[in-house]
């Protein structure tokens, strides 16, 4: 049973786009290792910008500077 775990910053991404990134990274599970859609589990974990760093910065410092 593949499990995936999608982790991006708390940007406003709507239920759409985590469908279809759900959709897409089952998809390719599929396409590569041959596995079964149906017990493959896809997981997205929005983290706070302040949770999240780059390059020793605070990703929402760096947003905010445009970066």
Request: glycine share 8%.
């Amino acid at each position: 049973m593949p499990y995936v775990n999608i982790r991006i910053t708390d940007e406003g991404v709507t239920r759409e786009q985590k469908q279809q990134l759900i959709e897409g990274a089952t998809q390719l599970l599929v396409d590569v290792l041959g596995k079964n859609p149906a017990t493959t589990v896809v997981v997205i974990d929005e983290v706070p910008m302040d949770n999240w760093g780059v390059a020793g910065e605070l990703v929402s410092d760096r947003r905010k500077r445009g970066q």
